[in-house]
């Protein structure tokens, strides 16, 4: 064995993907670290920890993770309820990272500022592959490593406000106005909403998710306004088609019905161009297609627009970067959003993740560039190919075999998702299947107290699938 496979493998990040990645070097007995930047595991998810994710528990956890979880004696949950971001953390991040497998090996509160080969920057050639990775932390402590696998997500870089991937004029000043990606409007963060005029920019399932709370919060608050905007010239793509996980599908459905209810004011043609604070709230100028201007006046704006990969620290390495998607060249067009949804991305692993930088892998969301169509289930499978890789073991590295949903689960009270009745099929027409894309790695959804399209338009906002 060399000096270098003596060294342990660095795993960047201890969210979903970065600890399955850590279950399976632990079933593979090779030596890891997991450094992540936050206080505890799933930091990040915790984040939107309110928020219902709309896969059920199956699709959720790591075969590995599991098998470790079992030999523990955890008790699995129920494998077709819809777990909400706490759940994830409570019931099986925080639990997988306690276990003496993998307790020794974690490392909270550190960040890591930069990777580079020791000895070599990105020109050097000439004896590379046998350097080991520098692994520069924040606070200066250097760390040595047989390969990286980073799983750091894209939580902490979401996109612009601006139209043409630019930031609007004024965005970085109004920053005090903006939120980024699924506040919890009907919790922690409702004072900044109650009675104030919100406007949400995006077509994704972030949007979808923040329009459905706010309409939930202008019913009961007097004075709660909701305006929607979105870039296309009609909300039909956002209404969706076609989504094989009902609980997803649904959000077309509830959010067509309160846009026609007049509980969300509709914008379309909508590219911000400009933000202003004035006088305790914000003007926002819109530039249309004609290229004339608009201006409304609003208090707070949810930014629903997305999110990029950050590869700086990577800066050093010998990155093949897609020139559209920022991901790797072989995974770029397997993963287009123009062609492709969550459920229809074909199985990939280790050679469509690899860089010229050998041993050098994103994982998880953050693999997947500025595609918005990341289901955690690609990532477990992501990292047992790389694993499987990094442990010598190519045939199974190749093997590649991904459950992703073909089918879903309709329950009848999704709020706790416990029934197995089906109610999603009484509406007077069929239920919208989906929204066509999916902002924050398609992930997340709204809460799933479901709203029948039946439902008159007086406020109430339940239904057969009401909590």
Not at 404 to 414: A, Q
């Amino acid at each position: 064995m060399s000096t270098l496979d003596q060294l342990p493998v660095a795993v960047i990040g201890a969210g979903p993907v970065g600890l399955a990645a850590a279950a399976h070097l632990h079933e593979r007995g090779l030596p890891f670290t997991v450094l992540e930047a936050g206080d505890t595991a799933g930091t990040a998810v915790q984040q939107w920890g309110h928020v219902r994710v709309f896969s059920p528990w199956r699709y959720n956890i790591d075969p590995a993770a599991r098998r470790l979880l079992d030999d523990a004696g955890c008790v699995a949950p129920d494998l077709e309820a819809l777990p909400t971001g706490a759940d994830l953390v409570a019931d099986y991040l925080q639990p997988l990272a306690e276990l003496p497998q993998l307790k020794p090996r974690m490392r909270y509160g550190v960040r890591v500022d930069a990777i580079s080969r020791l000895g070599f920057d990105r020109l050097r050639t000439a004896g590379r592959e046998q350097a080991p990775f520098l692994i520069r932390l924040a606070d200066g402590e250097e760390l040595l490593a047989r390969a990286v696998i980073d799983a750091s997500g894209t939580w902490g870089t979401p996109n612009v406000l601006g139209a043409s991937g630019l930031p609007a004029r004024g965005e970085k000043d109004a920053t005090a106005y903006l939120d980024h990606a699924l506040p919890d409007v009907l919790g922690a963060d409702r004072d900044r909403f109650a009675g104030r005029h919100t406007l949400v920019v995006g077509a994704g399932h972030s949007a979808a998710n923040s329009l459905l709370s706010l309409a939930e919060l202008a019913a009961a608050t007097p004075g709660t306004e909701v305006t929607w905007a979105i870039r296309s010239a009609s909300p039909a793509r956002a209404y969706g088609g076609g989504d094989a996980l009902p609980a997803r599908g649904a959000l077309g459905s509830r959010l067509r019905y309160h846009v026609e209810a007049g509980r969300i004011r509709l914008l379309t043609g909508f590219s911000v161009h400009a933000i202003t604070p004035a006088g305790g709230r914000v003007a926002v100028v819109v530039r249309h297609a004609d290229g004339t201007d608009e201006s409304t006046t609003v208090d707070r704006i949810v930014a629903a627009t997305g999110f990029r990969p950050d590869h700086t620290i990577a800066a050093e390495l010998r990155l093949d970067l897609d020139p559209i998607m920022g991901t790797t060249r072989a995974l770029a067009p397997l993963i287009d959003p123009n062609e492709h949804s969550c459920g229809t991305v074909p199985p990939h692993g280790v050679d469509e993740l690899a860089h010229p930088e050998p041993g050098y892998y994103a994982v998880g969301m953050k693999s997947y560039g500025r595609a918005p169509t990341f289901l955690m289930a690609t990532g477990y499978e992501q990292v047992r190919s790389v694993v499987a890789a990094l442990a010598g073991d190519w045939a199974a590295a190749r093997d590649i075999q991904l459950d992703l949903p073909e089918t879903g689960v309709c329950n009848s009270n999704p709020a706790d998702s416990s029934g197995t009745d089906s109610c999603c099929g009484t509406s007077p027409e069929p239920v919208g299947k989906g929204l066509a894309i999916g902002s924050s790695g398609g992930l997340l959804s709204a809460p799933l107290n479901l709203t029948s399209l039946d439902t008159p338009t007086s406020g109430q906002t339940g239904g057969c699938c009401a909590s």
